[in-house]
């Protein structure tokens, strides 16, 4: 395995198994504060949505951070995947991970940009794509969302901040003050962005994007985060 250097490479944020007793929380102390993100239970879920089948699932990852998501699903065994940031560090984090991880991964690739990357893939390209901590960053997130939207055949996954003080009955993106700076890792880079006030929101905009059947699978006022799943396609989750 390759020296990680903290200096170089930066604080992790996504806590990766590496190999027998590493992992990349060992490796730095956390990026944010004193929590590092561990994306084991998602790709458990996502094993139990899919199946044997999802080793033919080609997967994309929006602001995939160090790409957790991705390693830990294809300790699964996925066909390929594709995750992007806009910042440069965590990419480099991911392809550190790439390089020294146990298991191949050469199926996955990870590039620094954003959703315009989208347009080097065909339509429906993604089995499934990953909207995850990246909803509340933008200026213009449903736009983004349609990007993803279009190149994805089945299953969209947002998992957000929301504002549980908003009245979720009158579903609404409501104005979040947004730190763009871009020393601050896990921000936007936009100076605006907006916060979901539940989940029906979101199923308006999934349905109205082609991802009619949705459910919630998870919302927790404490620590204002909801995740939904929404499909192109009836039965599947
Ligand atoms: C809260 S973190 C979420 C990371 C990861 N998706 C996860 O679920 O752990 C937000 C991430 O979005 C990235 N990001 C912010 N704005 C972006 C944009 N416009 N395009 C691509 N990545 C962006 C940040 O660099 C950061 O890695």
């Given at each position: 395995m390759e020296e990680y250097n903290v200096d170089s490479?930066?604080?992790?944020h996504h806590d990766i198994a590496i190999a027998d007793g590493v992992r990349t929380s060992h490796l730095s102390a956390p990026y944010n504060g004193n929590a590092f993100v561990c994306k084991e239970k998602i790709a458990n879920d996502i094993k139990n949505i899919y199946?044997?089948?999802?080793?033919?699932k080609k997967v994309l990852d929006v602001a995939c951070n160090a790409g957790g998501h991705l390693f830990e699903l294809n300790r699964f065994g996925i066909k390929s995947g594709f995750g992007f940031d806009v910042r440069s560090l965590w990419i480099q984090q991911a392809n550190w991970v790439q390089r020294n991880?146990?298991?191949?991964?050469?199926n996955l690739l990870f590039a620094q940009g954003s959703f315009d990357l989208l347009k080097h893939f065909a339509d429906r390209h993604f089995h499934l794509s990953l909207f995850n901590g990246i909803f509340y960053h933008l200026a213009n997130p449903i736009n983004e969302l349609e990007k993803v939207a279009n190149k994805t055949s089945e299953i969209i996954i947002v998992n957000t901040a929301y504002d549980p003080n908003s009245n979720c009955n009158n579903p609404a993106l409501v104005y979040k003050n947004e730190s763009?700076?871009?020393?601050?890792?896990?921000?936007?880079?936009?100076g605006l962005s907006w916060h979901p006030n539940g989940e029906q929101v979101l199923f308006k905009i999934l349905a109205h994007l082609g991802f009619p059947y949705n459910k919630l699978s998870f919302k927790n006022p404490d620590n204002r985060r909801l995740e939904v799943i929404a499909s192109r396609v009836p039965d599947l989750i």
């Open positions: 490479l930066g604080k992790w199946g044997d089948s999802l080793k033919d991880i146990d298991i191949p991964c050469d763009s700076a871009l020393e601050h890792g896990l921000s936007g880079v936009e």
